[in-house]
C-alpha cells in the first residue's frame, strides 16, 4: 500500500530564507506527484504537477523535483515571504484498482517577517 | 470560469440526520472526486466518478453515497450522520484521458459537524 510522508510536520524560518520541503513516498509506480498549498480553513491550490518521467518543474519561485527510483520529491521555495506561510501538501497518482491520489499529512510552513 | 464550487460552505447536523453537499465544475473534466480531511489523517478518498454516469469507492466510503448527476455536477449524501463524519469535505475535479495531466483542482471545502 501507498503512503505518503512529509517532514517536518511544522516549519518556522525567517524571511529571505531559501527552503525545502521533503515528500516520500514508498511505491515508485506513480503517475505523477502534485504539490499543493492550503492556507487556514481554505481550499486546496495546485502549485506544481510532475509527470512520472519529469525530474522536475518550475514556477516562479518554486521548484519541484523528482526521483521515483528513491521515493522522494522535494518543493523548494526561494526567497521565502510572509505570504508563503500555508500548509504545502504532496500527493502522488497511482492505479490501486481505479486511478487514486494518496495525500501525505502536509507541512505547515511559517515564514517570519 | 469558477473553477469547483460547493454548497453549503458549513453545516450542523444531529446524529441521525441526512444531508447532501453539493459540487459543481465547469472546466468540462470528466473525473470529480470527494475527499474528508481530519486533522493528522491528511486527506482520504471517499468517492471517486471517473466519467459521467460511473462512481467507484475509495479509501473510506462507508457511511456515504454519491451521484453523478451529469458531468458538472457530483454530490455526496450522507444518509444518517455520525459524529466520526465531522470534519472538512473537499470536492476536486481532474482531466482524464491519455496523455493529460489529470491535475486536480479543488473547491473551498464543506466544514460538517455532527454532533
Known amino acids: 500500500k501507498q503512503e505518503v510522508t512529509q517532514i517536518p510536520a511544522a516549519l518556522s524560518v525567517p524571511e529571505g530564507e531559501n527552503l525545502v520541503l521533503n515528500c516520500s513516498f514508498t511505491?515508485?509506480?506513480?503517475?505523477?506527484l502534485q504539490w499543493f498549498r492550503q492556507d487556514p480553513g481554505k481550499g486546496l491550490t495546485s502549485l506544481l504537477l510532475?509527470?512520472?518521467?519529469?525530474r522536475e518543474q518550475t514556477s516562479g519561485r518554486l521548484n519541484a523535483s523528482l526521483d521515483k527510483s528513491s521515493g522522494r520529491s522535494t518543493l523548494y521555495i526561494a526567497a521565502s515571504q510572509p505570504g508563503d506561510s500555508a500548509t504545502y501538501l504532496c500527493?502522488?497518482?497511482?492505479?490501486?484498482?481505479?486511478?487514486?491520489?494518496?495525500f501525505g499529512t502536509g507541512t505547515r510552513l511559517k515564514v517570519l517577517a | 470560469n469558477a473553477g469547483v464550487t460547493q454548497t453549503p460552505k458549513f453545516q450542523v447536523l444531529k446524529t441521525g440526520q441526512s444531508m447532501t453537499l453539493q459540487c459543481a465544475q465547469d472546466?468540462?473534466?470528466?473525473?470529480m472526486y470527494w475527499y474528508r480531511q481530519d486533522p493528522g489523517m491528511g486527506l482520504r478518498l471517499i468517492y471517486y466518478?471517473?466519467?459521467?454516469?460511473?462512481?467507484d469507492k475509495g479509501e473510506v466510503p462507508n457511511g456515504y453515497n454519491v451521484s453523478r448527476l451529469n458531468k458538472r455536477e457530483f454530490s455526496l449524501r450522507l444518509e444518517s450522520a455520525a459524529p466520526s463524519q465531522t470534519s472538512v469535505y473537499f470536492c476536486?475535479?481532474?482531466?482524464?484521458?491519455?496523455?493529460?495531466?489529470?491535475?486536480?483542482?479543488f473547491g473551498p471545502g464543506t466544514r460538517l459537524t455532527v454532533t
Open positions: 472546466m468540462n473534466h470528466n473525473s
Open positions: 476536486a475535479s481532474s482531466e482524464s484521458g491519455q496523455g493529460l495531466p489529470y491535475e486536480q483542482y
Open positions: 500527493a502522488v497518482r497511482r492505479f490501486e484498482g481505479t486511478y487514486k491520489y494518496i
Open positions: 466518478s471517473a466519467s459521467e454516469g460511473t462512481t
Open positions: 511505491d515508485s509506480a506513480i503517475y505523477n
Open positions: 510532475i509527470q512520472s518521467s519529469q
